[in-house]
Every structure is written in structure tokens, then in C-alpha cells.
């Protein structure tokens, strides 16, 4: 019998996914949480507010944290008291000026025999469903939402209460609640509808272990399919529907654009949100190519390419290389929708440099400015000068509710360094899907230029912030509602010197 400590057995044959997988409590500067390590790569956080289609990945040693529009997180053991487990990291990308960057987390408990029961490979598992009427089954899910399938439309979830062996179902307003308490060796639960006002011997419910689901990294959360293919955006079985959500009328792709963009900054300091990359030429056409989300080793990340103008060039693929034009990942082909398409690639390894995309033989690449990310809901895009050479950053916020814009430009991709012009430079914005509609954006004021929290932007009469319409009588109507969609460019000339942000895709922040 060995006497190793958990630190001890890690750095002899290395770290293993059944050294995580269990509950424990995530720290960092402004609070902590509760997380779960779940088989088979899912993410959990017991807080409702944090909860969304979350993964993590042993990498090289490390583990790897995607929570999506909280941020993708980077995790190495540390040395803990008492053999428990502790890691530490920070969120992406590494920044160790910020006091907000780090994240610690402290082994809190395994996982109980009901939770490895529910979970089965890790997918979650199958169950058939009995009430007085009948049986059908239904699915409890283990993904960061933990939805529960089942035939109806609805967003239906279910939760463990305290005594860990009650499994909770919220099966929304018109399904009601159920409780149900689960017999791990006859794999059984017996229980009732707990919603006031459905008293009656046929509120009893019992369900019976059926299999596990099959495994995949997918969450109905957002996939539409949970990685089991037959499940709707909210847990529900699908009967026929195609599943594309693909908006009739939408201008410009946009992977997730228009969900939120606040890409969970304020709870967890950033690190995702849309980075429009610039263009590229591949088979003589020209494609507008953004980021969404940072390039994490062992995370997806998926970039968005869009004809700009004609053509009629098909069958590309792509793929990320390093610096020195090694391949990160196996080309992938991408999931295309009229002239855009969406290309979706894990790196096996850090330091991505660049995106590469083929047609045939042809091959062309385009920084991934790794690292570079919104910090106020907007859209980040690359700022040129009037050689076609790269200065900077601007980050376009619209707001939906009004149409109005605030734009800032800053030297880095962090958003912390100001890249100033003079108070008196006019932005233009245009958006060619939209008739070639332009506004113009000027500085608040003289004075202080403050942005909508209040910080003064204004230095030596020089400034990075600009906004619309502020005190012009320019028309925002027509930029205003959450279904906004436009590929859009930034132009102006200071100091004798012309810059564009080439086309991007321009979607409100909600």
C-alpha cells in the first residue's frame, strides 16, 4: 500500500484526469466559487450566474479551463497541506501587472455515488421516466448546465439537493418541479411532483437507469445537441428541425455574435469577446477573418471568415501554425453559410502565430494577434495606417437599446495602452450593408472627454475615445435594435496621416 501524498503520486506518473475530477473552490482576488471537475471534461460551477457550456483538458501537465464567455483558464499543481490538492494559474492571457489575473483553487470533495451514477462516461446518463399515465425517457445531462432532455419543448434542468441523494427537476412554468430520491444500487429514483397546487395520487414519479449517454464534448446549451444528437438549445428531444438558427436577414456572420458581449469581463476580467483580424487574399478573393475567443492549447476557438466583394471559390480549409509555420492542429473544414464560414480548431500546443487558410495549393495566413481582446463589450479590430501597416487597436461599442457608438484606440491588444490623436479628429464610420450609411464620431468634450463610467480621457489635448452621436444631431435610429448586423470600416486622417480598421463585422452590445 502506498504512502504517497497527492503531489507526491502526481509527479510520479504525471497528472491524471482522477486526480481532478471532484468538487473544489476556486479563488481569486474579488470572490470564490464552487466548481466541479466532471468525467469526461465537463465544467460545472454551482453558482447559477456562472453557469454555461464549460470544459477542461489536461494539457502537457496542465489543466485547462474553458468557460467560455467567462474565459479560458490555465491550472498547475501546487505544493497543498495535508496531501489535498491545490492549483494555481490565472485567467488567459497571463498578465502579471493585473491583481486580478491569478486564480488559485483548493480540493473541497469527490464526487458522491449518486453524482458518479448521474454522470456514468461523463456525457451524463438515460433514464426511463414513469408516471401514472406512462413512460418516456429522458436524459440527465452533465454539461455546465445541467439540462434535462426530455421530449417537450422547454428549458428543463436538474440539480442535487443538500443531502446528495435527491435529485431535483425544474421542468419550467408549465412541467412544475419534481423530487425524486435515487437508489444507487437498484439504479432507481421514486419520488413527486413538489409544485403547489397539483395535489392527487398521480403526482408520483419513478424512473429507472437506462444507459449512459454517449460521450463528446458537446453542451445543448449552445451546440443544440449536448454531443448526442438528438437534443434541442434547451435539453428537449428534436424531431425533425434542422437546427441551423441561422437568422433570415442577418448581415454578416458572427459565431456568437450578438449573445451578450460583455464575454464575461465583469465577473472574471475578460479575456474572450470578438477580434476582427483584418483581411486576406487566398484563390484572388478577398476575406474578412475575426477571432472569437483566445487561442488556449487544448481549447477550442473558432474564427469567422467572410467573402469581402465577389467569388466564388469553395472547399477551404484551415488551420493555426506557429511562428516558424508549424501546423497547431490538422486542418479542419469549415461550417460555411453563404459567403461565411465558421472554422473551429484546438491547438495541440501554445504560441499560435498565425491562421492559416488553403484553397487547393493555395495557402495564406493572417496574424492571430493572440492575447488581444475587447475590455468594454465591443468589438476589437486591427488599426492600419495608410501603408497598410499595423499600428494598433480600436474597440467599436454599439449599444442596442439606442444606437449610439463609443470607440476607443489603444497601442496594444490588452486595451491598456492609449494610442492618442488629436481632441480635433473626426471617425467615420461606415457600413456598406446597410447603403454606405456613415456617422461621424467626435470627443465627448474639450475637457475631460469622460466615457460613460466616467473616466476622463482626455491628455495634452490629444485622446483615444470617440463617440456618436454625443451633442451632433447625426440620426441613430437606424443603428439601434439587438438583431444588428453590418460589415463596417473605421477611417479617419490625423496629423497628415490616413487609418482604417479594414471591414469588419459590427454586432450591437446587448
Not at 184 to 206: L, N, Y
Not at 272 to 289: D, P, R, Y
Not at 294 to 303: D, K, L, R, W, Y
Not at 371 to 393: H, M, R, T, W, Y
Request: aromatic share 8%.
Amino acid at each position: 500500500m502506498s504512502d504517497d501524498q497527492p503531489q507526491d503520486k502526481i509527479r510520479r506518473v504525471g497528472l491524471q484526469e482522477s486526480d481532478v475530477i471532484g468538487w473544489h473552490i476556486m479563488y481569486w482576488e474579488k470572490a470564490q466559487l464552487k466548481i466541479c471537475f466532471r468525467p469526461g471534461g465537463r465544467f460545472f460551477c454551482e453558482d447559477p450566474e456562472h453557469r454555461t457550456a464549460s470544459t477542461w483538458v489536461i494539457v502537457n501537465g496542465e489543466v485547462v479551463i474553458d468557460w467560455k464567455e467567462f474565459g479560458k483558464y490555465i491550472l498547475s499543481i501546487s505544493e497543498g497541506s495535508e496531501g489535498v490538492l491545490q492549483m494555481k494559474g490565472h485567467l488567459f492571457p497571463k498578465n502579471e501587472a493585473e491583481p486580478t489575473n491569478w486564480r488559485k483553487t483548493i480540493f473541497f470533495k469527490a464526487l458522491n455515488p449518486v453524482e458518479k451514477l448521474l454522470f456514468g462516461d461523463g456525457a451524463g446518463t438515460k433514464w426511463n421516466f414513469q408516471h401514472a399515465d406512462g413512460n418516456f425517457p429522458v436524459e440527465i445531462q452533465a454539461d455546465g448546465n445541467n439540462h434535462f432532455g426530455n421530449p417537450y419543448p422547454g428549458d428543463a434542468h436538474w440539480s442535487l439537493k443538500k443531502d446528495g441523494k435527491t435529485i431535483k427537476i425544474d421542468w419550467g412554468k408549465k412541467g412544475g418541479e419534481y423530487e425524486l430520491e435515487v437508489d444507487v444500487k437498484k439504479k432507481t429514483m421514486d419520488g413527486d411532483k413538489v409544485t403547489e397546487g397539483f395535489p392527487g395520487d398521480k403526482d408520483w414519479r419513478k424512473a429507472e437507469f437506462m444507459s449512459n449517454l454517449s460521450d463528446g464534448h458537446g453542451d445543448s446549451g449552445d451546440t443544440g445537441s449536448g454531443g448526442h444528437g438528438n437534443l434541442g438549445a434547451h435539453g428537449e428531444f428534436l424531431h425533425g428541425e434542422d437546427g441551423d438558427g441561422q437568422e433570415e436577414g442577418d448581415d454578416g456572420h458572427g459565431h456568437s455574435h450578438g449573445h451578450g458581449h460583455s464575454h464575461g469581463g465583469a465577473a472574471h476580467g475578460g479575456g474572450g469577446g470578438i477580434v476582427s483580424l483584418g483581411n486576406l487574399t487566398v484563390a484572388g478573393e478577398k476575406f474578412m477573418v475575426d477571432r472569437e475567443g483566445q487561442i488556449v492549447q487544448g481549447t477550442e476557438t473558432t474564427f469567422g471568415v467572410e467573402r469581402v466583394g465577389p467569388g466564388k471559390a469553395t472547399g477551404f480549409t484551415a488551420w493555426l501554425q506557429d511562428s516558424k509555420g508549424q501546423r497547431l492542429c490538422d486542418p479542419v473544414k469549415g461550417d460555411s453559410h453563404d459567403d461565411h464560414s465558421h472554422f473551429t480548431v484546438i491547438p495541440t500546443a501554445p504560441d499560435a502565430d498565425t491562421f492559416a487558410i488553403s484553397c487547393g495549393d493555395l495557402v495564406s495566413t493572417i496574424s492571430v494577434h493572440n492575447g488581444a481582446a475587447p475590455v468594454q463589450g465591443g468589438i476589437s479590430a486591427v488599426l492600419e495606417d495608410g501603408d497598410g501597416k499595423f499600428v494598433g487597436f480600436i474597440e467599436l461599442k454599439l449599444h442596442d437599446d439606442a444606437g449610439d457608438l463609443e470607440l476607443w484606440i489603444c497601442k496594444d491588444g490588452a486595451m491598456s495602452e492609449p494610442l492618442d490623436f488629436p481632441a480635433s479628429t473626426t471617425i467615420t464610420v461606415t457600413c456598406p450593408t446597410h447603403g454606405d450609411k456613415s456617422v461621424q464620431l467626435n470627443v465627448r468634450d474639450n475637457e475631460k472627454n469622460e466615457d460613460e463610467d466616467g473616466n476622463p480621457n482626455m491628455r495634452d489635448g490629444k485622446t483615444n475615445y470617440f463617440i456618436f452621436p454625443g451633442e451632433s444631431d447625426q440620426d441613430p435610429t437606424w443603428l439601434i435594435g439587438e438583431k444588428f448586423r453590418s460589415t463596417t470600416t473605421v477611417t479617419f486622417t490625423a496629423e497628415g496621416k490616413t487609418y482604417t480598421a479594414p471591414p469588419f463585422v459590427l454586432v450591437p452590445h446587448m
